[in-house]
Structure formats: structure tokens, C-alpha cells
């Protein structure tokens, strides 16, 4: 027979550790009476959720009491939203995804300097309201070895650097010198021994510049670490071949190199054989993933390779007064003021309409998929936490309105939450926290003992608002959203709280990097080579 003065009673919910409230706990805060869905066990059901020190200590059935209560009748209690392809990596840009939802953000396709990553980390700890990380940049170890740009203050602000160093063209068109090709590894490499999560490399906006061998070498750097590539591939934009083409190059280095892999954006054409091949590779165990995002336009500066004319109007048949938008004027472009703009202007931003707004939907519905918005900066790219969201411009509406825009798209195509919950949080956890990232081993997930990062939002209401006229109006009908177990939102208000946590490996001592050379490749892979081999970084495009 049960005592009636039992403490403890525990008690096992589809893999979740409930606790009774017969357990006489002072939680820090408590959320009462929401719809509590947790991806990776699958629980789906109402419940209370207690929170203390950061964490999540108790979902249970009974009432909990705590220093701070939140009703969440009629909403969603899910994990806070992740992003691995958020480059806004600034306070107004954390600003907007907190409002949007967005607990924890990356950065795996720009990413940050090699040399600068410490100091990248530095600059937030404290004083941040998201968690935040960062890869380490492909793109800039070139231009910082290309371009002269090693030493430039800006490279400390991470993605956005992008702005200032893509005014020059070297990074994106010049193929280095094995001895430039090293120092390009080096440098990649210094990135991953400061804790960098893993790598991120702009290969379709640098398709003239880089050979086979120097991405597959990238990838060799991450793999030394068992740290991912991000990478936009190489012919995106493309056509429903070249676009698989360019999945295909990334996945099978990574195959070869046993190495973790992220196929960025591929809601291109193409979609469905690419999303095939890596749903294939992960029931075989391979660790690679792919993104995708809710919006049939993208968001890119004027001087990407793919909107030249020979690409964008003579090889894939588009017309710029159609499909390249300034988001400031809100103008269409022509032939000529697109000429214009390369010359005054060549990182201005602008926004690519490239696919069917029907497919939008269908992109969500996908399985194992992360939801990654891209997330591009807004003017003024600088602006601090509190700035007024409605004086920036310039930017396009998935920074604002990602996650919104997934949940109003879910409700109006009958999408299962547990998928969108899946897909904005918990599989970028599950792949991450493969590779041995802690800080994802413990989020994307509701249940005891992971880290409060938790949002409570309206599933009827909870929508994005920001359009390609309007790119920075932030989302709404979000209750809360809880960083490390504090309230960075609520009610849709921003609050002045900075919990943030760095998203990163433990920085090591020694780095990995190991040269290119062409007698170590003779030894492994010849048994004699002519000494006219011109070397892993060939200037004549032949290795």
C-alpha cells in the first residue's frame, strides 16, 4: 500500500522522467498546462514543465508551482528553434530571431575567419540573448590569402565581413598555388583548434576559383576534427542537373572521408533526387543532412557568380526585370541597371526569385530535413538589440520570419507539429550532437535534465509578418521563449536578457593540419610519378 506521505513518486511517459508535484520543489519557473511535444521520443501530450538552474527538471501531470509561472493553456511547449544557417550574427540580427522563435544560431555557410573565431566567441560571451556559434570560413581564408585581407579589423564580425571583402573579386575567381592552397587549409584549420562546430564553404560563389581537389581538401581539414562542411554547392543556382551535380561533389567527399556533411539549401531544382540521396546515405548511418527553407525566393549580393548574364539569363533562360528584386526600392532590375549596380555597388543585396511558391509547403513535409532560413543581414548592419525592427531595411523576410512562416504554412497545408518541431529544432540537435557537440547533445529536445531553451507559442496565431517588400517586421504570437532557462521573450515583447551560450568545441591546444604536398601524395597513392605532377593546387586546372 502507498503512503500517503510519499516525496518522490516518478513515474516513465513515452521516455520522459515525470516528477509529482507531491515532490516539494521551489522551481525558477514553471509552465503550466501546454501542449508539450518533444521530437525525439515523440511525446505529444499536456503537461507541466519545470525549469531550475537552466534546466529542465520536471514535465509532469500534477501542478507545479514555481519563482515565475507561465500559463501556456491552448500552446505549444516545444524546444527552443535552431538554425545552422543564420548569418545575421549580430545583436539586431539575434533581435529578430528571438522574435521569430530562434534560441540557437549558426552559421554554416559564411562563417567566420579562421584566426578571428576566438575572438569571434569573445566579443558575445555575456552580453548576447541567443546562443550563438559559428563555422569556421572557407571564403574568407581565401580572400585573407587572395586579397590581402588577412589583418582587417571587420574580419571580427564574422559573416557579415562578407559585405566589405566581396568587394574585391580574388577570393572568388583566382585558383592558388599549392603554396597559397596550404596557407588556405591553415587557415581553415585554426578555426576548428579554436572550437569552431565546423565549416563553412561558399563553393557555388567561388565555382571559377576552386578545383575539385581544393574543396575536397576543405572537407579533409573537417574531417581530421569529425567536423562538418556546410556548403552551398557548387552550381547553385542551377538547373535540375547541376544542381544535383553539386550535392553530389560535397557528398561524395564526405563519403570518402568519412566526414559529416550538410548540403545547404537545396529547395532548388533538383530537390527531390537530392533529398533522396541523403535520406539513402543516413539509413545507412552516414551523418549528412540537408536544409531547406520555407520561401521560393532566395536572398544574395548583385555580384554572385550565378546572376551573371551568361548564367542567369543566356544558360538558365531568366530575365532580371522578372526575378532580381532590390529590397530597398523594391524594384525589379533590368539589364542595364544591373550593369550599374556590379560597378557602384557589387555587394549590394538583393532578392532571387527562383522557384514555385507552391513548393514552399512541400519542402516542410520532407523527413529528416532541418529547416535553416538563411538569414541575411538588415541595414544597419551594426544596429544594437533594442533597435526599432521597423527602421531596418533591406533585407530579405526569412531573417525576420523563417519559423513563423513554417508554422502558418504548416497550418494551412494540415502539417503535423511533431514534423515542424522535427524539422525548426530537434534534427539539427541529433546531427550536431553526432558529431560530439555537447551544446547539441542538450538542446532540440523537451526532457529532463537538457537545457531550458524552450518556446510556448499560439498554434493558431503564431505567424510570420515580414514580406520581400517589408523584410524586418518580426514575427508574432509567440508567449515565450526561454534561453538557458531564463525569458528572452514575452508575450512578443524582447526582453533585456542576455543567456546566451556559445555553441562550440572545446578549443585545443595543437592544430590538425597536415600540408598538401606532392611527394606525400606519391608515397600513398603511386608507385612513381613523373616529376612534371603539378601539385593538389594546380593553376592549370588539372589535378
Same mark, same amino acid.
Given at each position: ?16 522522467? %515525470? ?11 514553471? +509552465?503550466?498546462?501546454?501542449? *508539450? ?33 507561465? #500559463? ?101 575567381? %583566382? ?26 564553404? %561558399? ?105 551573371? /548574364? ?13 526575378? +532580381? ?23 549590394? /543585396? ?25 538569414? *541575411? ?75 531550458? #531553451? ?6 493558431? %496565431? ?19 521563449? +526561454? ?5 528572452? *521573450? ?16 572545446? /578549443? ?5 593540419? *597536415? ?29
Amino acid at each position: 500500500m502507498k503512503a500517503k506521505t510519499t516525496i518522490l513518486t516518478t513515474t516513465l511517459i513515452a521516455g520522459l522522467l %515525470t516528477v509529482s508535484a507531491a515532490f516539494a520543489q521551489d522551481y525558477d519557473l514553471v +509552465i503550466n498546462n501546454g501542449r *508539450v511535444i518533444d521530437p525525439e521520443t515523440l511525446f505529444d501530450d499536456i503537461a507541466n514543465v519545470g525549469v531550475k538552474d537552466g534546466r529542465i527538471v520536471a514535465i509532469s501531470k500534477d501542478p507545479l508551482t514555481g519563482a515565475e509561472t507561465i #500559463d501556456a493553456t491552448g500552446h505549444i511547449v516545444a524546444p527552443g528553434f535552431i538554425d545552422t544557417h543564420f548569418h545575421f550574427q549580430m545583436p539586431i540580427g539575434y533581435s529578430l530571431g528571438l522574435r521569430d522563435g530562434l534560441t540557437s544560431s549558426m552559421d554554416f555557410e559564411m562563417g567566420c575567419a579562421g584566426s578571428y573565431v576566438a575572438a569571434w566567441y569573445e566579443a558575445r560571451a555575456g552580453v548576447t540573448q541567443a546562443n550563438y556559434g559559428c563555422a569556421v570560413s572557407h571564403e574568407f581564408a581565401r580572400a585573407m590569402v587572395l586579397d590581402g585581407s588577412d589583418g582587417a579589423e571587420y574580419l571580427i564580425n564574422g559573416p557579415v565581413a562578407a559585405y566589405t571583402t566581396r568587394a574585391k573579386a580574388g577570393w572568388s575567381v %583566382t585558383r592558388p598555388t599549392l603554396e597559397q592552397g596550404n596557407a588556405i587549409l591553415e587557415e581553415i584549420d585554426k578555426g576548428l583548434m579554436a572550437g569552431a562546430p565546423g565549416i563553412g564553404s %561558399t563553393t557555388g560563389y567561388m565555382r571559377a576559383g576552386i578545383s575539385s581537389r581544393e574543396l575536397f581538401e576543405v572537407q579533409k581539414v573537417g574531417a581530421r576534427y569529425g567536423r562538418p562542411t556546410g556548403s552551398h554547392t557548387r552550381y547553385t543556382l542551377g538547373n535540375d542537373t547541376t544542381e544535383v551535380n553539386g550535392a553530389q561533389e560535397l557528398i561524395a567527399n564526405a563519403i570518402a572521408l568519412g566526414a559529416p556533411a550538410i548540403v545547404l539549401h537545396f529547395n532548388n531544382p533538383g530537390w527531390r533526387v537530392t533529398h533522396e540521396l541523403i535520406s539513402g546515405l543516413q539509413e545507412r548511418g552516414f551523418n549528412i543532412w540537408g536544409e531547406i527553407y520555407p520561401y521560393a525566393a532566395g536572398s544574395t549580393t548583385i555580384n554572385a557568380e550565378f546572376l551573371e /548574364p551568361q548564367s542567369w539569363v543566356d544558360d538558365l533562360g531568366n530575365r532580371y526585370e522578372e526575378t +532580381i528584386l532590390d529590397p530597398v526600392t523594391n524594384e525589379y532590375y533590368t539589364l542595364e541597371t544591373y550593369k550599374a549596380t556590379i560597378a557602384s555597388e557589387p555587394t549590394r /543585396p538583393v532578392v532571387v526569385f527562383k522557384m514555385p511558391a507552391e513548393d514552399q509547403a512541400k519542402w516542410l513535409t520532407l523527413k529528416g530535413v532541418t529547416m535553416a532560413s538563411d538569414g *541575411v543581414g538588415a541595414q544597419p548592419y551594426d544596429a544594437p538589440w533594442d533597435f526599432p525592427m521597423d527602421q531596418l531595411g533591406g533585407t530579405h523576410p526569412r531573417t525576420a520570419g523563417s519559423r513563423g512562416a513554417t508554422i502558418r504554412l504548416g497550418r494551412e497545408n494540415n502539417i503535423p507539429m511533431m514534423q515542424l518541431m522535427s524539422i525548426l529544432s530537434y534534427n539539427a540537435a541529433k546531427h550536431l550532437g553526432d558529431t560530439g557537440l555537447k551544446a547539441m547533445q542538450e538542446r532540440g529536445r523537451i526532457q529532463t535534465g537538457m537545457v531550458a #531553451d524552450i518556446v510556448v507559442f499560439d498554434p493558431e %496565431t503564431f505567424t510570420d509578418n515580414s514580406t520581400y517588400e517589408q523584410g524586418a517586421i518580426p514575427s508574432t504570437g509567440m508567449k515565450a521563449v +526561454i534561453v538557458n532557462g531564463q525569458v528572452t *521573450v514575452r508575450d512578443d515583447v524582447l526582453l533585456p536578457v542576455f543567456a546566451g551560450q556559445p555553441i562550440q568545441f572545446e /578549443p585545443e591546444d595543437k592544430p590538425r593540419f *597536415v600540408p598538401v604536398s606532392l611527394e606525400a601524395w606519391n608515397a600513398e597513392f603511386s608507385t612513381g610519378m613523373p616529376s612534371d605532377f603539378s601539385g593538389a593546387f594546380s593553376v592549370d586546372g588539372g589535378n
